[in-house]
């Protein structure tokens, strides 16, 4: 019998993102679970990012009723059989300055409709769901119940945690059988990062790493050569990859250089991270990452005028999803025909980046026929280039690889490339069900 996709969402919100976790929720309660949105900066800054994911629990609720108010059916089974947590994380990268793609999303991540739409965006009571609490005194009880209606309505939907995301995910992890939890990670890997240095054993027990990242063999869309998730955080990205490898070690990346504290943006890393401990500490298990970058993701797109078919009968009648959604992504739409060729009136579009991770937990193994993974690709992060930070290297070269051999150097191949116990161990998607089946899919499901 087939299981459900049991997952925690690393994200970063985000037009797309928002988009992806709305296709998880909505789904079925036989086809995907979601047990923690763990939240990042990236897009934005993590605290606009934890607004964004507040704000859509706020709509769903609001969406739910307008539904059961015109009798129909409530749709988010998968959000309404599992309560997610949602739970903080990092606010900016391990090495390097925070670099963020408000130029695209918004300064808010969601084209500014915090502003625009200020009916849409829950009170900012919400800010104190995600605060430790003070200890438990007569005063502070006759607060909380004084204030408990102004907090209820965020929270209906999720419960908020007061422990960073990272410790969230190791938890779950922890508590549950090895290979039976996912990481959707649709944002920086920061959080994964920093997960993988606290317990590697333990993240290693996820099921699967999902990653929306990297440009293998088409442009970046940060820098010529760079995705912005990648390039975000290449330090982080190389970490975690790194535990896919025989020999972590093979593929660390050097320590970050110091970050000048009158850069642009204020948020710097702390000091490095540490190293993994040794292979034969870490046992024979490694971390199964599967990449989803531009090259599969950017062709799914979903065009402006498909998106106003599904969405406009729907704003007649007053549903409040479908009036946030039209805000945020009409602003994206206009942003697209500002920025690329080829994107004017109804053929405007945006790429799924974020949802096709979502499809592959939903349908991957189910339909397993329809997607292809190639496995063991060697594929590294540069962290420390000029021009280069966030770029993936793949060796091109004609050359014989070694066989069971142990490591050791071999003269003209630099970096263990050609090496059977070095490298980075990656599965890469290069085929999906279908380049148009996606966009009307998440629209069937999102607004059924």
């Excluded at 599967?290 to 090259?295: A, G, H, I, K, S």
């Excluded at 409040?320 to 690329?340: G, I, Q, R, V, Y």
Aim: with cysteine.
């Amino acid at each position: 019998m087939h299981q459900p996709a049991r997952v925690i969402i690393d994200t970063d919100p985000g037009v797309d993102d928002v988009l992806a976790m709305l296709l998880a929720l909505a789904a079925t309660p036989e086809d995907i679970e979601v047990l923690l949105i763990s939240v990042t900066y990236g897009n934005v800054d993590v605290q606009n990012c934890l607004r964004n994911v507040v704000s859509m629990f706020h709509i769903i609720e609001q969406e739910i009723q307008w539904r059961n108010d015109h009798g129909f059916p409530s749709g988010f089974e998968s959000l309404r059989r599992v309560k997610p947590l949602v739970a903080v994380g990092a606010d900016c990268p391990l090495g390097d300055t925070t670099r963020m793609a408000d130029y695209f999303h918004g300064t808010d991540g969601l084209g500014g409709i915090h502003d625009t739409h200020k009916h849409l965006t829950p009170p900012e009571t919400w800010k104190g769901l995600f605060m430790q609490p003070p200890p438990e005194t007569d005063l502070t009880s006759t607060a909380r119940s004084e204030i408990k209606d102004d907090l209820s309505s965020p929270t209906s939907l999720f419960t908020p945690s007061f422990r960073p995301s990272h410790l969230e995910m190791l938890r779950i992890l922890e508590e549950n059988p090895p290979d039976t939890i996912s990481v959707i990670a649709i944002g920086p890997l920061t959080n994964v990062a920093l997960a993988a240095s606290h317990s590697p054993r333990t993240l290693m027990r996820a099921k699967s790493i999902l990653v929306m990242g990297g440009a293998v063999s088409v442009p970046g869309n940060m820098t010529p050569t760079a995705e912005f998730n990648t390039y975000a955080d290449a330090t982080a990205a190389a970490r975690v990859y790194a535990l896919t490898s025989p020999t972590p070690s093979s593929t660390m990346p050097p320590p970050p250089p110091p970050v000048s504290q009158t850069a642009s943006h204020k948020e710097t890393p702390a000091e490095p991270l540490p190293p993994y401990p040794p292979k034969d500490e870490l046992g024979d298990r490694r971390l199964n990452v599967l990449l989803f970058p531009l090259d599969i993701t950017t062709q799914h797109e979903l065009r402006r005028d498909e998106f106003e078919t599904k969405t406009e009968p729907l704003i007649a009648k007053g549903s409040p999803l479908a009036e946030w959604t039209n805000a945020f992504l009409s602003s994206t739409f206009d942003k697209m025909e500002t920025l690329h060729h080829g994107h004017e009136g109804g053929s405007a579009s945006l790429s799924l980046h974020d949802p096709l991770c979502v499809w592959y937990a939903l349908t991957g193994e189910k339909d397993s026929s329809k997607w292809s993974i190639k496995e063991g690709e060697d594929l590294r992060v540069e962290t420390a280039g000029q021009w280069t930070r966030g770029t993936y290297i793949i060796d091109r070269r004609d050359r014989k690889r070694l066989e069971d051999d142990d490591g050791e150097d071999v003269p003209g191949d630099a970096g263990g490339w050609l090496s059977s116990a070095k490298g980075n161990r990656l599965g890469l998607c290069v085929q999906t069900p279908g380049e148009r089946a996606l966009a009307p899919l998440m629209l069937e499901t999102i607004f059924a």
